[in-house]
């Protein structure tokens, strides 16, 4: 059976306050009576000590004593009687009542010279009273005794109307317990549901969730927990969509780099096979079937190597370089494509600084920055420079090309991206993996690469290396 979390609350709530102040009243009701009660019996047996000791002389005493002790008595609504040994009243004479009401028991205890005390009697003397009665011995005999009596009426309305106050109290304990009760549950259901729909739109694939909380309680330790859940999960979930979509990319981009190869390539084969070609054209068609199916061995070599560094595969070998010496090897293998394209490669760099990377791979990033460099500049200047600081070696290639807009920089590192369309049939970084590459070889090395560029004015490319 399902209980709602109010009555469960409320139930408990009760419950706990009702056990509570039935044990409470009982308490303080016995505790208020034995109170009352006993210190009423201390003060009739103080009263009775003194009467018996000043009227010691004789049970009959003085007459002035007993009518003074009667009158203050009487005063504070206590009476008391004198009696002998045989329980007669002496003192004061009662026609009605010659012998002293106390039951075989007590006068029992009073011959044996012991005191008598009744809290409450209800039956004897048509009022409740407490009742004291003391012994007085003579030479180890019974001579006598008191008997006070006090009407405890006020006390015991005391007490009642103490027990109607705790009653009002558990009353109005009870109606705040309740009030107190629903707002709580209120409260704790509305939060419990926020959690609910929270976590019905995270099963619906809706990460979009912000539990608010104020830090109160573990309910909102507990929500801030499920927003921090709900924020990975989004970003994973991103994460998933980014890769899919490259994926989706990378599929099209291959797809797409490898049917131009072979398209040409097939028909070329399909000529050379019907005789279609003329054979003055047919060693122009044979170059043309060695060049795209390098370039087809290109895109996959780059491909593998990709995959490799992404997948840390590769093992450096790292050693100390002198940056001058690599600049000018760089300068000649690319001096070729420079002119081509009335480019100029300025090297700036002292000769005796080194940097501490792989020898193979930090070539195939400065062969791969400067080919980038080469392919958007047009009778203009490609610097490579060198400078150590104290902890770092900073490697920069600055050309005065056509620059990249400021919206595509980010994108220059992703796999396949193409800032300029038009250079898919360039013979050198036709794939776009270049820079990525690049990327991923330098955060290899514990190293960082950033770029800077402007519109017709050029591009910077600055790489930083540890030092050993």
């Given at each position: 059976?399902?209980?709602?979390?109010?009555?469960?609350?409320?139930?408990?709530?009760?419950?706990?306050?009702?056990?509570?102040?039935?044990?409470?009243?009982?308490?303080?009701?016995?505790?208020?009576?034995?109170?009352?009660?006993?210190?009423?019996?201390?003060?009739?047996?103080?009263?009775?000590?003194?009467?018996?000791?000043?009227?010691?002389?004789?049970?009959?005493?003085?007459?002035?004593?007993?009518?003074y002790y009667s009158q203050m008595l009487n005063a504070r609504n206590i009476r008391f009687f004198l009696f002998d040994s045989e329980g007669r009243v002496l003192f004061p004479e009662i026609q009605r009542q010659p012998l002293i009401q106390l039951t075989d028991e007590e006068w029992a205890q009073i011959e044996k010279g012991n005191k008598v005390s009744v809290r409450h009697d209800l039956k004897r003397f048509e009022q409740e009273v407490t009742l004291v009665a003391l012994p007085h011995i003579l030479g180890g005999e019974l001579a006598g005794g008191i008997m006070l009596l006090a009407p405890i009426s006020g006390a015991v309305n005391t007490i009642s109307q103490?027990?109607?106050?705790?009653?009002?109290?558990?009353?109005?304990?009870?109606?705040?317990?309740?009030?107190?009760?629903?707002?709580?549950?209120?409260?704790?259901?509305?939060?419990?549901?926020?959690?609910?729909?929270?976590?019905?739109?995270?099963?619906?694939?809706?990460?979009?969730?912000?539990?608010?909380?104020?830090?109160?309680?573990?309910?909102?330790?507990l929500a801030t927990d499920f927003n921090r859940m709900a924020s990975r999960l989004k970003e994973s979930n991103d994460e998933i969509d980014r890769l899919e979509n490259r994926r989706r990319k990378f599929i099209a981009d291959v797809s797409h780099e490898l049917k131009t190869p072979l398209t040409t390539i097939s028909g070329l084969v399909e000529g050379f096979k019907n005789d279609l070609i003329p054979e003055n054209e047919k060693d122009r068609g044979l170059d043309l079937i060695d060049r795209e199916a390098k370039r087809l061995i290109r895109l996959v070599?780059?491909?593998?190597?990709?995959?490799?560094?992404?997948?840390?595969?590769?093992?450096?070998?790292?050693?100390?370089?002198?940056?001058?010496?690599?600049?000018?090897?760089?300068?000649?293998?690319?001096?070729?494509?420079?002119?081509?394209?009335?480019?100029?490669?300025?090297?700036?760099?002292?000769?005796?600084?080194?940097?501490?990377?792989?020898?193979?791979?930090?070539?195939?990033?400065?062969?791969?920055?400067?080919?980038?460099s080469i392919q958007f500049t047009t009778g203009g200047n490609i610097t490579l420079k060198a400078r150590k600081t104290g902890k770092e070696t900073v490697i920069e290639i600055e050309d005065t090309g056509i620059g990249i807009d400021t919206k595509e920089i980010e994108s220059i590192w992703d796999r396949f991206y193409k800032a300029d369309l038009s250079r898919t049939s360039s013979m050198f970084g036709e794939f776009g993996l270049g820079l990525s590459i690049v990327k991923k070889l330098v955060q290899l090395h514990d190293g960082n690469i950033n770029v800077v560029s402007e519109k017709q004015k050029g591009t910077k490319f600055t790489i930083v290396f540890p030092n050993e």
């Open positions: 059976m399902k209980i709602k979390y109010f009555y469960q609350l409320l139930i408990s709530h009760i419950g706990i306050l009702i056990l509570a102040f039935l044990i409470l009243s009982l308490l303080f009701s016995q505790f208020v009576e034995n109170y009352i009660f006993e210190n009423k019996v201390e003060e009739l047996n103080a009263y009775g000590e003194q009467v018996l000791s000043d009227v010691s002389s004789g049970l009959d005493g003085d007459e002035r004593y007993l009518l103490l027990n109607q106050y705790l009653f009002y109290t558990i009353f109005i304990s009870l109606a705040a317990t309740i009030l107190l009760s629903w707002i709580l549950s209120k409260n704790l259901i509305k939060r419990i549901t926020q959690l609910r729909k929270a976590t019905s739109m995270i099963s619906s694939g809706d990460y979009n969730v912000n539990i608010p909380n104020i830090n109160l309680d573990e309910i909102d330790d070599n780059e491909n593998l190597d990709y995959e490799k560094i992404r997948s840390n595969q590769i093992k450096l070998n790292k050693v100390s370089i002198h940056l001058h010496d690599m600049f000018e090897l760089i300068e000649e293998q690319l001096f070729v494509l420079a002119r081509e394209k009335g480019n100029k490669i300025i090297i700036d760099a002292n000769e005796h600084d080194t940097v501490y990377a792989d020898y193979d791979r930090i070539t195939q990033i400065l062969i791969n920055i400067v080919k980038n």
